[in-house]
């Protein structure tokens, strides 16, 4: 089982930065993907990013240089650092962890953009 702690949210005016992280804990296997989600009020949980165990990544269209997913050594926390950010991107953030036939959620950390 794996268990993900997500932290960093908050309220920042547009045109600021804020650093989420995602702490994974448990059984953790080598070979993994894990990603960061949105979901804004009234609106379907979104793809943001994604990182592999191999570094590999990938971005929305509507997030591409502005936001950076990356992992620390270990791979057991995750980071979005998110720069410029624009009152739609006011959501919950939720990070996930997948591998095989394994997945988990986090309970996700509440990101909201002032105009």
């Known amino acids: 089982q794996v268990q993900l702690v997500e932290s960093g949210g908050g309220l920042v005016q547009a045109g600021g930065s804020l650093r989420l992280s995602c702490a994974a804990s448990g059984s953790i296997f080598r070979i993994n993907i894990m990603s960061w989600y949105r979901q804004a009020p009234g609106k379907q949980r979104e793809l943001v990013a994604v990182i592999t165990s191999g570094g590999s990544t990938n971005y929305a269209d509507s997030v591409k240089g502005r936001f950076t997913i990356s992992s620390d050594n270990a791979k057991t926390t995750m980071y979005l650092q998110m720069n410029s950010l624009k009152p739609e991107d006011t959501a919950t953030y939720y990070c996930?962890?997948?591998?095989?036939?394994?997945?988990?959620w986090g309970q996700g950390t509440l990101v909201t953009v002032s105009s």
């Open positions: 996930n962890y997948a591998s095989g036939n394994v997945a988990a």
